[in-house]
């Protein structure tokens, strides 16, 4: 039995997934504003879990692994080089930071992670920040994509670092072999399933 709860927050409107599954209660990214949420929930984080650290998804990374004493993983430590937070505010003309967190299991190199009695696929998907990282929960038929795949869409790849053939190639190596009916949630948007964007994606999938 699993219980999923989003928050959609930030200035990208960036989805944050409460995940309640068998013996652990996990965070899947931390757009800003799901600090003060999770207190409204009264529920207590076990890991949060980073599809990758771009501001949007980070921004109250911080102030949850203080809040929750929960350890932080992701695919690289921490980098302000990869949050863009520099490259946005330059942009727009804003001066903002992402408060320092500390990544405390870096997964750069594995291919799972056993998180109580959850065992969790990990598919490193470059091309929209080359930190991506997709979370596959095998025994609920979930995939975690963060930005790489969306309901009809893809992660931008014009960000420093960013390629779509990377993209494309990734989606296509790690994702396109999971069940159809794998339930896909994004960083940004509806949810949707392997099975409809491998057919109908106009960007990487059978109608591209």
Same mark, same amino acid.
């Given at each position: 039995?699993?219980?999923?709860?989003? $928050?959609?927050?930030?200035?990208?409107?960036?989805?944050?997934?409460?995940?309640?599954?068998?013996?652990?209660?996990?965070?899947?990214? %931390?757009?800003?504003?799901?600090?003060?949420?999770?207190?409204?929930?009264?529920?207590?984080?076990?890991?949060?879990?980073?599809?990758?650290?771009?501001?949007?998804?980070?921004?109250?990374?911080?102030?949850?692994?203080?809040?929750?004493?929960?350890?932080?993983?992701?695919?690289? %430590?921490?980098?302000?080089?990869?949050?863009?937070?520099?490259?946005?505010?330059?942009?727009?003309?804003?001066?903002?930071?992402?408060?320092?967190?500390?990544?405390?299991?870096?997964?750069?190199?594995?291919?799972?992670?056993?998180?109580?009695?959850?065992?969790?696929?990990? !598919?490193?998907?470059?091309?929209?920040?080359?930190?991506?990282?997709? $979370?596959?929960?095998?025994?609920?038929?979930?995939? $975690?994509?963060?930005?790489?795949? !969306?309901?009809?869409?893809?992660?931008?790849?014009? !960000?420093?670092?960013?390629?779509?053939?990377?993209?494309?190639?990734?989606?296509?190596?790690?994702?396109?072999?999971?069940?159809?009916?794998?339930?896909?949630?994004?960083?940004?948007?509806?949810?949707?399933?392997?099975?409809?964007?491998?057919?109908?994606?106009?960007?990487?999938? %059978?109608?591209?």
């Amino acid at each position: 039995m699993i219980e999923i709860s989003t $928050f959609t927050g930030g200035i990208a409107q960036t989805n944050g997934y409460l995940v309640r599954v068998a013996d652990i209660t996990l965070l899947v990214d %931390a757009p800003e504003g799901i600090a003060p949420w999770l207190h409204q929930q009264g529920v207590k984080v076990d890991a949060l879990l980073l599809t990758h650290q771009h501001f949007d998804h980070v921004l109250d990374a911080s102030a949850v692994a203080h809040d929750h004493g929960c350890a932080v993983y992701a695919w690289a %430590a921490f980098s302000h080089d990869l949050t863009l937070e520099r490259l946005y505010g330059a942009v727009t003309g804003s001066a903002f930071a992402v408060p320092d967190f500390t990544v405390d299991v870096v997964l750069e190199g594995r291919a799972s992670l056993e998180l109580g009695t959850l065992k969790v696929q990990l !598919f490193h998907i470059p091309g929209h920040s080359p930190d991506s990282l997709c $979370f596959y929960l095998p025994s609920e038929g979930l995939l $975690f994509g963060g930005d790489v795949l !969306f309901l009809d869409g893809v992660g931008r790849t014009d !960000f420093p670092g960013g390629s779509f053939s990377q993209l494309a190639t990734g989606i296509e190596r790690d994702l396109w072999p999971l069940p159809d009916a794998t339930r896909v949630y994004p960083g940004h948007g509806d949810d949707t399933t392997i099975g409809r964007e491998r057919e109908e994606n106009p960007f990487v999938g %059978a109608a591209a």
